[in-house]
């Protein structure tokens, strides 16, 4: 499927160059999304802080500072309706709910399932704020 975010913009916060570097590729050629990256949980929570246009967030768990959780709290503190995918490679039951708890919109576990990550962002994209649920 074919996806048109040129419109759109994600923040992707990953401390790993490496993959931040291959969703970077796979974002851009297959979406054309506007991206912005921050390696770290703090420099996630200040480009919030400063930058209005950003659509959606693709936040790792495991950074160095501020975890990807504590990020989560403090962007969705200031943007409660900034739709928000957690990456991890953890796939227990307690990282879902924790998840929840914090007020993200989908988890997705690593490695990355590019489809169904197109999947999720599309249907957070398209969704008005008031009408969004969980979507593991």
């Not at 390696?39 to 693709?58: F, M, N, P, S």
């Not at 914090?102 to 008005?128: H, R, W």
Request: net charge negative; aromatic share 8%.
């Amino acid at each position: 499927m074919d996806y048109n975010w040129q419109n759109y913009t994600v923040l992707i916060v990953e401390d790993d160059e490496i993959c931040y570097k291959y969703i970077e590729l796979v974002l851009s050629r297959k979406t054309g999304i506007n991206i912005i990256w921050a390696a770290t949980g703090k420099e996630a929570v200040d480009y919030c802080k400063v930058y209005d246009h950003i659509d959606i967030v693709l936040m790792d768990i495991q950074l160095p500072g501020i975890n990807g959780y504590d990020a989560t709290r403090q962007i969705k503190s200031g943007k409660p309706n900034l739709p928000v995918i957690i990456q991890s490679a953890n796939t227990l039951n307690e990282e879902l709910e924790k998840c929840i708890d914090i007020g993200c919109e989908a988890y997705v576990t690593k490695p990355i399932d590019i489809s169904l990550l197109f999947q999720k962002m599309d249907s957070l994209l398209n969704t008005v704020p008031s009408n969004r649920i969980f979507i593991k």
